[in-house]
Structure formats: C-alpha cells, structure tokens
C-alpha cells in the first residue's frame, strides 16, 4: 500500500513536495512512479524510477520537478517546482512494472490507486 501526501494549493511559480510513503521492501523492489489526473482526463506518468534507479520526467515537468528517495522515511518524493496552473491535478504514487529496456513513464501500475494529493496551483 502506498500513501501519498503533501499535496496543497499554491500559487504559479510555487514549489510543492509530495511523498509517496510504503514499506521499505515495496520501495526497494519495484519502481516507482508518480502520475496525475485532471477530471474529465487519463491519468499520466510524470514520473517515475525505473530499473537501476534511473530516473525519467515527463516532457511538461522535466526541469521542475525532481524526484527522490528518502530511505529514512522510506518514501518516494516528488520536488515540484516552478509551478504552473496546469500543474493542478490530483496527484497518486504506484509501484510500476516495465518490460526491460522500455521507459517506466510506461510502466504498467501493480496497485490499486490510493486517494492520491490534490495539488492546486492558482493566484
């Protein structure tokens, strides 16, 4: 079970940090990715940690957001900043499984969704 957190409303240009919070075991086995949805559309990677800890964005957040491990609190976390509107979405962590030598943004999800951080970027 993963848990996500840190969501909140912010304004353009902002900075927000979400964690993805599982077992130490979870984490260190399966990738990890990050997605967001909007109503009315599919959810989409973000991103995620593939296999040997690489580390792949999607091309709207590449440079904004970052993502890391923190082994002491055995969470997966996602820096985000510089901030746009269209940032705004309901944001969810899973574990990932990927063909080997295929991108983990398309991964497929092993999960069920949690209730996911609702991240807000607005003046």
């Known amino acids: 079970q993963l848990v996500e957190s840190g969501g909140g409303k912010v304004q353009p240009g902002g900075s927000l940090k979400l964690s993805c919070a599982g077992s130490?075991?979870?984490?260190?086995?399966?990738?990890i990715g990050w997605f967001r949805q909007v109503p009315g559309k599919e959810r989409e990677a973000v991103a995620c940690?593939?296999?040997?800890?690489?580390?792949e964005y999607a091309e709207s957040v590449k440079g904004r957001f970052v993502l890391s491990e923190d082994n002491v609190k055995n969470t997966v976390d996602l820096q985000m900043n510089s901030l746009k509107s269209e940032d705004t979405a309901v944001y969810y962590c899973?574990?990932?499984?990927?063909?080997?030598?295929?991108?983990?943004?398309?991964?497929?999800?092993?999960?069920?969704w949690g209730q996911g951080t609702q991240v807000n970027v607005s003046s």
């Open positions: 130490r075991w979870t984490l260190k086995t399966y990738m």
């Open positions: 899973n574990a990932l499984a990927a063909p080997h030598g295929t991108s983990c943004l398309v991964g497929t999800p092993l999960t069920r």
């Open positions: 940690e593939g296999a040997r800890k690489t580390i």
